[in-house]
């Protein structure tokens, strides 16, 4: 299985970007699918998730300004990313995973694209 993120680059502040995801060589419909990012000197944290049904979940760093959307058919998730601020350049990574029970259990990761927001 191999997670395909593209749509990373440069932006000023209060620009737009737009990630995405394919999940390549499974049949598999994950059940949940995330985007984390690592920004510079700092851990890998969550940024949204979504499930199959499309309950979603944002970091409350980017509610209001991200939305994390998914194509059940095409194996594929997206991060919008509106009103870009510099603290939003990082390395950002999607994941494929399960959700159920209450539970989300992280699964395959994307090898990371980098978004990087100038003031």
């Known amino acids: 299985v191999q997670l395909q993120a593209s749509g990373g680059g440069s932006a000023q502040a209060g620009e737009s970007l737009r990630l995405s995801c394919e999940v390549l060589?499974?049949?598999?419909?994950?059940?949940?699918m995330s985007w984390y990012r690592q920004r510079p000197g700092k851990e890998r944290e969550l940024v949204a998730d979504?499930?199959?049904?499309?309950?979603?979940d944002y970091a409350d760093a980017v509610k209001g300004r991200f939305v994390i959307d998914r194509d059940n058919a095409k194996n594929e998730a997206s991060l919008q990313m509106s009103d870009l601020k510099p603290e939003d350049t990082a390395v950002y990574y999607c994941?494929?995973?399960?959700?159920?029970?209450?539970?989300?259990?992280?699964?395959?990761w994307g090898q990371g694209t980098q978004v990087t927001v100038s003031s």
């Open positions: 994941n494929a995973g399960c959700a159920g029970a209450g539970e989300k259990v992280l699964g395959h």
């Open positions: 979504i499930t199959y049904r499309g309950v979603t």
């Open positions: 060589g499974s049949p598999n419909v994950y059940s949940l």
